[in-house]
Each structure stands twice: as structure tokens, then as C-alpha cells.
């Protein structure tokens, strides 16, 4: 039986926003040459966020990507987690 109290974070946006304040300066992401600490991905998740709220995306709703894996991903995962959204990865091999 774990002796750790089960942090109550409630939702993954909340989880990640407070692991990144946590882990700033962390290396989270590596796609290529191309590198984003727990900081900048989470600066840019909320800016992907702010405009998925402005295009109408609420709690709850079902968001479709279809994009190669990569930094972009990743941004945009944790983007509609911030809102509140449902994430539908939709495979970039399927044209």
C-alpha cells in the first residue's frame, strides 16, 4: 500500500500546468532539432488554448488532429486538455 497521498489535480491541464511551473526549466519535448522545456510547452499550450477557446471549443467538446507526430502535437494535445477538451488523434497516414 503507497504511504502517498494522491495529489488532487482533478483534470490533466491541471496536472501539467502545475508540473510545469514545477519543472520550468526541464527539458519536455525533443523533436529533432527542435526542443521545449516544461515552460515554453506550457507558454505555447496556452496560447494554442486561447485560440481554440476563441474559435468556440468548450469543456467537453471532442477536438480532431490530424498531424504528424511532433512538437506541434504535443502543443495541441495539451492545448485541448487546458480547455477542457476531448483530444481525437486522427492518424496523419490516412489521406
Given amino acids: 500500500m503507497l504511504d502517498t ?15 510545469a511551473v514545477r519543472y520550468a526549466a526541464r ?3 525533443i523533436d529533432g532539432e527542435r526542443q521545449l522545456t516544461y515552460g515554453e510547452l506550457q507558454s505555447e499550450a496556452h496560447a494554442a488554448a486561447k485560440g481554440l477557446i ?3 471549443v468548450n469543456r ?9 507526430n ?13 480547455v477542457g477538451g ?4 486522427i492518424s496523419s497516414r490516412l489521406k
Fill in 27 to 29: 527539458v519536455a519535448v
Fill in 70 to 82: 511532433g512538437w506541434r502535437w504535443v502543443v495541441m494535445v495539451h492545448a485541448v486538455w487546458l
Fill in 60 to 68: 467537453g467538446d471532442l477536438v480532431a488532429c490530424w498531424a504528424p
Fill in 86 to 89: 476531448v483530444i481525437v488523434p
Fill in 54 to 56: 476563441a474559435a468556440g
Fill in 5 to 19: 497521498a494522491i495529489p488532487g489535480w482533478g483534470t490533466i491541464g491541471r496536472m501539467f500546468s502545475e508540473n
